[in-house]
Each structure stands twice: as structure tokens, then as C-alpha cells.
């Protein structure tokens, strides 16, 4: 092989997550740079021998082979799809750079194994070495068999879900106890084992870190997110008061009287992140997703009718031609509301609220920004970063996607 490239791989992301130092980390300098800070982040990090490992592998490779190089590739968070996406994208970045022929796979473990698809589909791997932490080797492999295991759907609600609906069930036994604090905690270890067994555990966390994530005091959206959060707690303090004067006679009857009780917390603090997020599309410049928030806050509103619908009937408050006809409402709310708010759809016309948004070629070199826009042309108009003249661009020869313009070559 007359151009090998020593890969090292972070999969789940810790060299950035602990010193902030993003892949793809290119060369031996740099490598042992990154290594030598995430060693002392944390000691007793696997990955920073795995570095340690590739850069001496790259000191004795260089006696044997003419050309040789070393990267570091990161991926994201917990791994999984996202984390690979973000490593190919890294590994197209090296294939225009250095364009090796081959690849020398430096890992750590078993998950960090799973970037080997993804090489081989650029180039041969020629040579694979496993670094052993000898104290954690089985541990970590023992560990990871098991986190796998549990993302099979099959697994996961025998493992989870079934001990949750046992829970629940212990908790509609203990209704009739005085007891109050058993009955909340065999609920909400319950629910939180049916919400990991049934696979809803994980986009409950990611909606919760959006929302978190997007809480700055530099954004005048702030309030709507505090006040979102202030919404639920008072809701569920709401439902824990009813529940604690109630005197339960139907166990499931009840539950439902008490979650309907929490119904217009969620609507208003589901709402209130609505507009938090319409704010900071306008503050932002990315009014392409106005659209999206106002049908989502739409959605809200008419679920809330329709699971109220579906309460009073099942409370028999209501009889059921009032839920149907709830439904067939809210299937013609919802679609007047889908044909207004196509005149916020901005991907498809030529307004002022382009202004500013940055442009770039299909290959991603930045071009520069809009700073006019003519409605009669369907054009925009930019000022080229080398040359400083004016650009114009007819529509149809760019087009709108999150938050940028891409130029059609």
C-alpha cells in the first residue's frame, strides 16, 4: 500500500464531550495533542489510550511505509445513526484530502468496531488493532453486549414493559391503602418502565434537552420556556392534590378524572414552547419554520379536543356521536389551517424574510449573503466574498433548505 491512514475512532463522541475538541483530528501533533487533554480530563478514559496507541502506531508505520497518516474521527453523543452520519461525512472530508488506499483501524472495543462498514466501503482495511485496557476489556465488552440487547423492541418490553404494567397494577391494587406514598412511586416507576420498554423513553429526553438546550437568557423567547416548564409542575402539583383528597372508589375511572385534570397544563405548556419557538425562528432568521410551528401549535389545540372528546365519553359524560363529531372538526380545522398557512411557506417564493440568509454552492463553499431581493424577477442578490460584486441568482437556480441557500450550479 503506497498511502495508508491510521484510523482512530470515538464513536459516542467523549474526546468532545470532555475537551471540546471535534474530529476529524488530523496528523500526529494534533492527535497527541487531543490525547494528552482528554488523559487529563479523565484518567481513565479508554479512548485516550486508544490515541496514544495510534500515534505510536503511526511512529512505526512510517519506517515501513513512504506515505502514512493518522485521524481521529468523532462521532456524536450515544452513537446510533447520527453518530455514524457524522463520522462518514468526517471520512468523505479525508478521502478529498489525503485519498488513501488503504486503512490501519486502531479501536478500543466492540462499539467502536461498527465504523468498519463504513471504511471498507472507501477502502481495504489492511490491518486492525484492538487496544486493551486490561482491567475493563471484559467489562466493557460484557457492558456493551447488554446495551445492545436492549435496544431490540422484543427485549426491551419483556426486560421493562412488562415489569411497568405489574407496577401499574400494584398501584391500582394500593388505591384502597391510606398509603399514599406507595401508590406514587409504584405509578411512577411504572409508567417511567413502560415509557423505556415501548421505545418512548428516548424522544420524551431528546424534547426535554430541545426545550432545555434553547433556554438563554440572550433570547427574548426565554420567558415562554421557563414559563413552559413552571406550566408542567404546576400541573402534575394539580393532579397530585386531587389524587391525595380523593377518595378512590373505581381505580380507573378515577385515573382518568385525575389525568384529564392535567389537560389544559399540557395544552398551555405545549403552546407556550410554540410561541418560544416562532420567536427565535424570527430572531434567528429562520422563518422557513414559522410554518411548522403554527400547524404544530394547531395540532395542540385540536388534540386536546379530541382527547377531552374522549374522556367525557369514556366518563360517560358524553355520548359518543359528540367525540365523532369532534373528530370530523378537527379533521377540517386542521386542514383550513394547513391551506392558510401556506402563505408562510417560503421555500417556494421570494420574500423579504431571505434577507440576510447565508448562501452556499452544492459542495458547501460560502458564497456570501442576500441583501436584496427582487419580487418582479423571482431573484435574489448577493455580494461575492472575493470579488465584492453584486450577484444576482433567478430563482431556480437556488433553493431554500434549513435556514441557508444552496446554488444550483
Request: hydrophobic fraction near 50%; charge should be positive.
Amino acid at each position: 500500500m503506497d498511502n495508508l491512514l491510521i484510523v482512530c475512532v470515538d464513536r459516542d463522541n467523549d474526546l468532545g464531550k470532555k475537551t471540546g475538541i471535534n474530529g476529524p483530528v488530523i496528523g500526529r501533533e494534533a492527535n497527541l495533542k487531543a490525547a494528552t487533554a482528554l488523559a487529563l480530563a479523565d484518567p481513565g478514559e479508554a479512548d485516550a489510550n486508544c490515541m496514544f496507541a495510534a500515534v505510536k502506531k503511526l511512529d512505526e508505520l512510517k519506517k515501513m511505509v513512504k506515505n502514512v497518516e493518522l485521524a481521529t474521527l468523532t462521532g456524536y453523543g450515544k452513537g446510533g445513526f447520527k453518530s455514524d452520519k457524522i463520522i462518514n461525512e468526517q471520512l468523505d472530508k479525508l478521502m478529498k484530502k489525503i485519498s488513501p488506499t488503504g486503512f490501519v483501524l486502531i479501536t478500543d472495543g466492540a462499539e467502536d468496531d461498527q465504523i468498519i462498514p463504513i471504511l471498507q466501503s472507501r477502502a481495504n482495511i489492511v490491518s486492525k488493532e484492538t487496544v486493551i485496557v486490561r482491567q475493563a476489556q471484559q467489562i466493557e465488552s460484557a457492558f456493551f453486549t447488554i446495551k445492545e440487547a436492549l435496544k431490540d423492541p422484543y427485549i426491551s418490553r419483556i426486560v421493562f414493559g412488562i415489569p411497568g404494567i405489574l407496577l401499574i397494577m400494584i398501584f391500582a391494587f394500593l388505591t384502597i391503602s391510606p398509603e399514599r406514598s406507595f401508590q406514587i412511586i409504584a405509578f411512577v416507576l411504572g409508567l417511567y418502565l413502560l415509557l423505556k420498554g415501548f421505545g418512548v423513553e428516548e424522544p420524551v429526553l431528546n424534547g426535554f434537552r430541545s426545550i432545555t438546550g434553547s433556554i438563554s437568557v440572550q433570547r427574548p423567547s426565554f420567558p415562554f420556556y421557563i414559563g413552559s416548564l413552571f406550566i408542567l409542575g404546576f400541573g402534575a402539583i394539580t393532579a397530585y392534590t386531587q389524587f391525595s383528597v380523593m377518595q378512590i372508589t373505581e381505580p380507573l375511572g378515577d385515573a382518568v378524572t385525575i389525568a384529564q385534570s392535567t389537560y389544559l397544563f399540557l395544552v398551555l405548556a405545549g403552546l407556550s414552547i410554540v410561541i418560544g419557538r416562532c420567536i427565535d425562528a424570527v430572531h434567528l432568521r429562520r422563518a422557513f419554520l414559522l410554518r411548522k410551528y403554527l400547524l404544530m401549535g394547531a395540532s395542540i389545540i385540536l388534540l386536546w379536543w379530541i382527547l377531552d372528546a374522549g374522556t367525557l365519553v369514556f366518563l360517560r359524560a358524553a355520548d359518543l356521536n359528540w367525540f365523532l363529531l369532534t373528530i370530523v372538526g378537527s379533521f377540517v380545522i386542521l386542514l383550513i389551517t394547513f391551506r392558510l398557512s401556506e402563505v408562510m411557506e417560503i421555500r417556494e417564493k421570494v420574500t423579504k424574510l431571505l434577507l440576510d440568509l447565508p448562501i452556499y454552492t452544492v459542495d458547501g463553499t460560502w458564497l456570501g449573503k442576500v441583501e436584496s431581493i427582487d419580487k418582479r424577477k423571482r431573484s435574489i442578490v448577493y455580494r461575492d466574498s472575493k470579488t465584492n460584486e453584486a450577484v444576482e441568482i433567478i430563482k431556480g437556480k437556488f433553493n431554500v433548505s434549513n435556514g441557508k441557500i444552496t446554488v444550483s450550479s
